[in-house]
């Protein structure tokens, strides 16, 4: 009997995360699921027969090594991490509190270090696994009135790249999904934004997810841009 593959999938309760985790239990996956909301996770968790929820800030170290754990523990082994939680606003920058800067920051960048960090505790010794982050078409292209979402995503860009070098020897691949405009619930609380209805469906950035996660053992997908048709919107 095959073996089914383990992921831990953060930011599971909505959007990009939740899509990824219907795309992989329809594939056949184990999964662990992380969020911050309780009822969202619980019944996110419900729908795709996650085996494990666990309550989730990846911005505080000791939660996120709690998720690995736990995963490691139920299933003895973690094959990937999907890296999906994150935050944004948008406001000119002499608009901007520290406390929103900080957040941005918190949730999108130091949250992907310690996903990744916990991750690799397991995954280099064990000689293999898959860390995926999903990231914006903002890693790249700067934004007006986006200075701590793009500087948070270029961060977590760059750490992802320096991962990638760092462990793909030691039988670990890594791979950065840039996306762009998707129609998920963080547009909701900004009041706006490009028409929805031009934008990426979760499920099309979950699909990319989910082949770069399969992908043959001999291949790394290292990196993934997807656009909705119009470009940038």
Partial sequence: METRRV??????SRGIGLATAQALAAAGWELSLAARG????????TEVGAKIATVCDVADEEQVARAVQATVKKF???????CAAGTGSFRPTVEQSLDDWNAQISANLTGTFLCCREALKVMVPQGSGHLV???SVASKHPFANAAA???SKWGAYGLTKSLAEEVRRQGVRVTAVLPGSVDTPFWDALGGGPPREEMLRPEQVAEAVRYALEAPTGASVDEVHLMPPKGIL
Avoid: F, N, S
């Fill in 149 to 151: 979402y793009v500087a």
């Fill in 76 to 82: 003895g082994r973690l094959d990937a991490v999907v």
């Fill in 7 to 12: 992921c831990l999938i953060t930011g599971a």
């Fill in 38 to 45: 309780h009822q969202p996770l619980v019944d996110a968790a």
């Fill in 133 to 135: 982050t999903i990231l």
